[in-house]
């Protein structure tokens, strides 16, 4: 699905991923990735949601996978900042 974001909703989606971050970092519970950055869903597609917390638990041996541009992981959050002018069948399919 094609994103249509502006500022505000980058702006939005870059400042929940910043408050995942502020509670994940102090107790190391895993990492948070933006939306740059793609994870392997289902049956091998490719999604990038605005904001992504991936617990250590989800990576084998609990560390970065090596050599992986997208990695196929179970996320434990995943964050999708909507904008008004998403159409109506691109939010079901997101």
């Given amino acids: 699905v094609?994103?249509?974001?502006?500022?505000r909703e980058s702006l939005l989606g870059i400042?929940?991923?910043?408050?995942?971050?502020?509670?994940?970092?102090?107790?190391?519970?895993?990492?948070?990735?933006g939306a740059d950055g793609y994870i392997r869903v289902g049956d091998g597609q490719l999604r990038a949601p605005?904001?992504?917390?991936?617990?250590?638990?989800?990576f084998p041996g609990g560390e970065?996978?090596?050599?992986?541009s997208y990695w196929?992981?179970?996320?434990g959050?995943?964050?999708e900042?909507?904008?008004p002018s998403t159409e109506r069948i691109d939010r079901g399919e997101k």
């Fill in 72 to 75: 196929s992981v179970a996320p």
């Fill in 15 to 33: 400042y929940i991923a910043r408050l995942i971050g502020n509670h994940v970092e102090p107790d190391d519970l895993g990492v948070v990735i």
């Fill in 77 to 79: 959050l995943i964050v």
């Fill in 2 to 7: 094609e994103k249509a974001m502006g500022d």
């Fill in 81 to 83: 900042v909507l904008s």
């Fill in 64 to 68: 970065l996978p090596e050599g992986e």
């Fill in 50 to 58: 605005d904001a992504t917390f991936i617990p250590w638990s989800s």
